[in-house]
Each structure stands twice: as C-alpha cells, then as structure tokens.
C-alpha cells in the first residue's frame, strides 16, 4: 500500500534551519510529481512546493521562495525539503503528498510538526 | 493570484444533504479537487477533476462546477462526515500554482 513518511521536524529558533524528508513505498516513486504542504496550527492547508518527477521543473509559494528549497532522490524513494531563515509563521505541520498529475493530491504522509520560536 | 473562497462554517442534520461551495474567478475552466481532513489527521482526497471519487469513497459523495462557483455535495450525512473540508486548484498558469480555499467546517447537529 500507499506510504508517505515524513520526518526530521523539531523546535527551531528564528533564522535557523530545517530539513525535512519524505520516505515514500507502496509504489514507483519516480513516476509521481509531488509537492509539500503545511498547516499552521489552527489554520488550514497551504501549498508549499512542487517537484516534477525528474526535478526538472520546481514551484514554490511566494511565502517560502528563496528560504525553502525542493528535492528529490528517485534512487532512494526520497521527497526533501531545506528550509533556511526560518520565521515563526513557518510553524506548521507539514506534509508531503503524492501527486499523479501535476494538479492534485491522492496520498498523504501524516505530517511533522516544525516549531519555531525563541 | 488565484483565490477561492470557502464559508467557514456549515451546518447539517443527519440523514440531510449539505454543500460546501468553493468560489474562484470563472472556476468552472478550472478543475476543482476536494479534501476532507478530521482532526489530528492529514486529509483525505474525497472528489478530483470536480466530480470523480477516489476508490473507496461513498457515493453520498459528489461535486460539481460551473461558472464562478464549485460545490461539494454530501448525500444522507452521517455523523462520520464531520470535519474540515478544502477545495483545491491548480492554476497552471501561475509560478506558484497550487491553491487551497480557505476551507469549511462541517457540523452535523
């Protein structure tokens, strides 16, 4: 079956970093775009970022462009994201989701917690 | 950017029939996806390309769209139904193309 595993959450202090994996099994990883996606406690979903299948093609929110960057490992079945200057509005948790045709999500991972404060 | 705007709240009995609109800037050229998410869980897509189900989804589930506005019908609700539930876009024309509504809290009295 379909898994999404992320981890590598944690507490964090303003302008310091994170990064954040995604372990995928259950299916051909390299043959699904996917993407990353937060909610901020409280509030609800935010599309973060999105990776083609062969990483040739990257969007980012306009909230994280420039401080979060997307990668994938098709060899290790693995989703990345390095978060830099990291900001308290970036406290979220955050998922990543499988995506079969550059437009939706049909699998979630069930997220990890990313907390920044002083 | 494109927005899609979501009512916080709505409110159904049991055995009743609720929608959940989703309103965007002529969304009907869109293609509209729906999440429901219970607390402490990650969502759970419920209707893709406006009105296709996920195996594994009841029937009591559809969704339309036309015009401005795409709506998310949920036939006989059962308790079970409770929860947030998002709409979702692609707006293939932007750089930062993946939008949510602001979503909708479910309620069954």
């Known amino acids: 079956q379909v898994q999404l595993v992320e981890s590598g959450g944690g507490l964090v202090k303003p302008g310091g970093s994170l990064r954040l994996s995604c372990t995928a099994s259950?299916?051909?990883?390299?043959?699904?775009?996917m993407s990353w996606i937060r909610q901020a406690p409280g509030k609800g979903l935010e599309w973060v970022s999105y990776?083609?299948?062969?990483?040739?093609?990257?969007y980012y929110a306009d909230s994280v462009k420039g401080r979060f960057t997307i990668s994938r490992d098709n060899a290790k079945n693995s989703l990345y994201l390095q978060m830099n200057s990291l900001r308290a509005e970036d406290t979220a948790v955050y998922y990543c989701?499988?995506?079969?045709?550059?437009?939706?999500?049909?699998?979630w991972g069930q997220g990890t917690l990313v907390t920044v404060f002083s | 950017s494109y927005v899609l705007t979501q009512p916080p709240s709505v409110s159904v009995a049991p055995g009743k029939t609720a929608g959940i609109t989703c309103g965007g800037n002529n969304i009907g050229s869109k293609s509209v996806h729906w999440y429901q998410q219970k607390p402490g869980q990650a969502p759970v897509l419920v209707i893709y390309?406006?009105?296709d189900r996920p195996s594994g989804i009841p029937e009591r589930f559809s969704g339309s769209n036309s015009g401005n506005t795409a709506t998310l019908t949920i036939s006989w609700v059962e308790a079970g139904d409770e929860a947030d539930y998002y709409c979702q876009v692609w707006d293939s024309s932007s750089d930062h193309p993946g939008v949510f509504g602001g979503g909708t809290k479910l309620t069954v009295l």
């Open positions: 390309y406006d009105t």
């Open positions: 990776i083609s299948t062969s990483s040739s093609t990257i």
């Open positions: 989701a499988r995506d079969p045709s550059a437009g939706h999500f049909d699998y």
């Open positions: 259950g299916f051909t990883f390299s043959d699904y775009y």
